[in-house]
């Protein structure tokens, strides 16, 4: 079976638990990216670890890049928090700052390094087959917490998405929870970065939400069908991969293959649902059409 | 032997250009919040460079005809039922970005092409990408100059645009070509998240100086052409990624100006609660 044979070997066997893993965690905070419009806010977060990255591997070698991308993160959120509170910087254009700036200082910090172009590509690329038992581990750890954390402040949440004025008049502390959020975005980005890199952290947080989206209007359907879609589109771009250099000798870097496959699933759903939408008016014509008649 | 030999001559000229041209082109996209759109422009052009490589062809050329491809479908997909323009472009950047690492992941010498790529190389720019990016720059400011007014318009109030009769179709797409063109142009020398530095940061930091539309122009465009020189300077004189320099600058400008107008607005609501106390 080409779906299953690969993961016999424990190095694609580990990857695959890694993805799957990582595509129902970020299918989930997915949804709220996605009804908060915070892409970008996702974007800023996997370049600003970075810096926190780098300097955790310089000061307590491969064991600090954890708790290193960690405090970044965690700054990072509260910075943003705060710098979006002051109307005179646009949310987008302070987060460009935030973006470069973080990013920036993570470069001179590694161009100041030997092997720098190998570092800075496996922090963008990851090296997802790789992945040891013990960033298993913490990944397992962190989805637990997060989606248990989500699970709690569902309702305030999703308040917040819909209705921040509605929220504020509730008593829900809106601050904080855009800092709840915030900071959720950021153990995600954390416990995937240096597995899978950053580009496909932010496709993992925009595109599987973005696919149930354009499949389902329902919350209860958009949620787990993210989910589906995250953790499958990992387990078919390492089949692709994989299948790619071991059968036809041609080298696809196995996260960048994920992405693609992720993209693809979207223009599918993309198109699904814009036929289910069609196909429900015209049934819906047909029986005003009858009964008129 | 002319001036234009050294390689640090070279960069340092580049970086004028670049800072001027990103510091005007900036003001635009910071009025339209188009941010996140040229991160994903940056992102997103990658592929039509690897592209434009493989087969052999102009790499500008490649990059600007990949880039129109995905305006085209940032724009389409951002209209769809429950989709919005941040998502898609969320998309087309992690997309086309991936779709370049694995065109490149195929060739040889794949880290070394990449990091050149996300944060560029300004002292390794050579006199015909100068001659591109003075080219684009004379076009764009001529194009500024031209209709900037309602560009201007349109940004702040496209309803009004549209009552007193500009196209304003054809305006949004010429501030999205102008924003691409200008990330094409400055992306192969100075990398993606440089380009975004130079372009959000130098008018982000003249906005919060003034109210007033006409300084804005004037004051990013200086911004810009200080921080990419103190940038260059300071890389060719401690031995730090150059791209990575500049950016730091272009930062550490706009943080300081955010503290300093932060605390002056609090100095001056403070003034007036006593002047009225008194009063």
Redesign the interface.
Known sequence: MMFFEPFQLPFMARALVELVLLGALAGTVGVLV?LR?L??V??TLT?TVFPGVVIGHLMAGDGGIFWGALAAGVVTAVLLTL?TH?R???E??????L???????G??V???QTG???D??AF??GRVLTVTETQLAQTAVVTVVVVALLAVLRRPLLLRAFDPEGARAAGVRVGLLDLVLNVAVALVVVAAVKAVGT??V??L???PA?AA??LS?RLVVIVPLACLVGASAGWLGLVVSYEASVGYG????S???V??V??AM?GLA?VA??VR?KVGLSRARSAIVESAA | MSWLDSTVHRALVEAVLVGALGGVVGVFVVARRLPFFTMALTHATFPGIVIAALLGVNLYLGGGLFGLLVVAAVLAFGRGRGQDFSTATGIALSGGFALGVVLVSAQDGFTKDLAAYTVGDVLAVGTGDLVATAAVAVGVLLLLALVGKELLLAAFDPVGAAALGLPTVLLDFALLAVVEVTVVATVPALGTILAVALIVGPAATARLLTDRLAPLFPIAAAIGVGCALAGVWVSTRWNVATGASIALFVGLVFGAVFLGTAVRGRVRRAVARRVAVRA
């Open positions: 996605l419009r892409a970008f996702s974007d370049h710098l002051r005179r910087v646009s987008d254009a302070a987060l460009a700052m973006l470069t700036t973080l990013f920036a200082v470069v001179v590694v161009s100041r720098f172009t190998s800075l590509t963008l690329f580009i496909l932010i496709a947080l925009v595109v973005a989206r354009g209007d041609v080298r696809l870097a996260g960048a293959t992405v693609l992720l993209v979207y993309h649902g814009f939408r």
